[in-house]
């Protein structure tokens, strides 16, 4: 079939011009709007394919060890990350139970002490794909399938996806919220919020801030240290501002969420300080921190959600 | 080409970059789909259909960014204008011809866009590397449009050596007649 012949015609391509220079004038609101409604237009494909996929590398494993006599993957990797996994998260129980037992030795009497009217709730996501068009050497933003109908808010925390189940024992005194955030590793928060999807602004976006401390293990668990603000670099890595400088801080050492940021009352932890430089005279330490989150392998992730404590609610 | 063919390659083409492009990923370079499809979509349409097609893809790959928006919309339609007249030229005519047309048309498109977007943010990377990185991703994705048309010409070509086979019931026919 030949190709038609009918040429493009410049009242078109200039009305074309002014639209495109019209969406830059126009108002971010508008612009966010868009952005959400075409994200969430495009939710099923992603799905179908990230499903497929999923499928896919699931039964290509099981179909090269059954059939092609393949050596099972080694799990000393996989164990080694489990095995770290359990420490972290045992460590932030132990935070969670000290602080406990000091505040509760701090009230008299038979006074009990009140439950918290929020409390932390976690929603599953899958990782649908990323953005398009990205500046160069700047990460394209990953792209979540749940939005605002799940309950996900702007700048809600998104915490890396776990590689086991959690050990829930019978006899535990702890909340299942803190049990299923305790140990697990941030990577990042919540940008745009769409009906059905959202944006992730990883811990190493420049636009990423919040609040960490540092912490070095113990003798008796989690020794936390200096406070301060964490922030992205742009690139792989994360920097750690408004430390001062008569605060000790080594490479190795640790750098969890503040617990006083928001309803969490467990550390999350954001990765590990690589590099620790005090130049002279300066009045702040210059860190550099590599996140514990593979942010480019993300497949599942889980976002932090405030909702109404039941025990709070059931008391009335 | 039907509007519901349009719309469906679409869809397609945006859920494969946002979904897909990681997983052809080769040394750090990744094909953009996008540009792609645009490509090889602009010569099979009229000059009306592809600016129309240029203002909603560029909206829609504006609208994926996580730049400044209009910035696609600008060009695409220029990009969908010139290549609409250049595929019309002697180049146009045959398919060693559009794939060359390809690359070029492509690292246009990426470059004018990134290096907009790039002054447009103030933060302005080494123009340098800027027009390696795009080079690059221009060369990938023109390669896998040059395989795309060579795909769609080897199996148009099928089909008409297909039909010009006669019909053995009506040479049968013929010869008990």
Request: charged share 20%; aromatic share 6%.
């Given at each position: ?78 164990d ?22 000091r ?55 998104v ?38 999807t ?118 009335h | ?44 349409v009229s ?23 209009g ?6 339609a ?56 795009t ?19 080897f ?23």
């Amino acid at each position: 079939m030949p190709a038609p012949t009918t040429s493009p015609p410049l009242w078109l391509l200039t009305a074309s011009l002014l639209t495109g220079i019209g969406l830059a004038c126009a108002p971010d609101e508008v612009k966010t709007t868009l952005r959400t409604t075409v994200r969430d237009l495009l939710r099923p494909g992603q799905m179908a394919v990230t499903g497929g996929r999923e499928w896919t590398s699931n039964h290509y494993e099981s179909f090269r060890i059954r059939w092609l006599a393949a050596e099972p993957p080694s799990g000393l990797g996989t164990d080694d990350k489990i095995r770290d996994e359990r420490l972290r998260q045992l460590q932030a129980e132990n935070v969670w139970l000290r602080e406990q037992l000091r505040h509760s030795k701090s009230v008299a009497g038979a006074i009990r002490s009140t439950e918290p009217l929020l409390v932390p709730d976690v929603v599953e996501a899958r990782v649908l794909g990323t953005e398009t068009v990205q500046r160069l050497r700047r990460a394209a933003r990953s792209i979540l399938g749940s939005g605002g109908r799940d309950g996900i808010e702007g700048a809600a925390l998104v915490l890396a996806g776990k590689s086991s189940q959690i050990d829930v024992g019978e006899d535990s005194q702890l909340h299942v919220d803190h049990l299923i955030l305790a140990g697990c590793t941030v990577a990042g928060k919540v940008g745009e919020v769409g009906r059905y999807t959202s944006t992730l602004l990883p811990i190493t976006d420049k636009q990423y801030r919040g609040l960490a401390r540092l912490a070095r293990s113990a003798g008796s668990g989690l020794e936390f240290g200096a406070e301060g603000i964490l922030e992205g670099d742009g690139g792989d890595g994360c920097r750690l501002n408004f430390i001062q400088s008569t605060e000790p801080v080594s490479v190795g050492d640790s750098l969890y969420t503040s617990v006083t940021d928001g309803s969490l009352s467990v550390p999350l932890l954001y990765g590990t300080v690589v590099a620790a430089e005090l130049p002279p005279g300066a009045p702040h330490w210059s860190i550099q921190v590599k996140p514990a989150a593979d942010l480019s392998k993300l497949r599942r992730v889980q976002i932090v959600r405030t909702q109404p404590n039941p025990l709070r609610l059931n008391a009335h | 080409m039907r509007v519901w063919h349009l719309i469906v390659i679409t869809y397609i083409s945006f859920v494969a970059q946002s979904s897909l492009a990681s997983a052809f990923e080769i040394g750090g370079v990744q094909p953009n789909f996008v540009v792609m499809g645009f490509l090889l979509l602009v010569p099979r349409v009229s000059g009306r259909a592809a600016l129309l097609m240029a203002a909603v893809w560029g909206l829609l790959s504006d609208s994926l960014a996580n730049s400044h928006a209009g910035i696609d919309v600008v060009c695409f339609a220029l990009a969908a204008f010139v290549l609409w007249h250049l595929q019309r030229g002697a180049l146009g005519q045959t398919t060693v011809g559009r794939i060359l047309l390809l690359a070029p048309s492509a690292f246009v498109v990426l470059c004018v866009s990134r290096i907009a977007r790039e002054v447009l943010s103030g933060a302005m990377s080494p123009l340098a590397l800027m027009l390696k990185e795009t080079a690059k991703i221009a060369g990938f994705t023109a390669a896998c449009g040059a395989l795309t048309l060579l795909l769609i010409a080897f199996r148009f070509r099928q089909s008409e050596t297909t039909s010009l086979l006669p019909d053995v019931r009506n040479r049968w026919k013929m010869l008990t007649q």
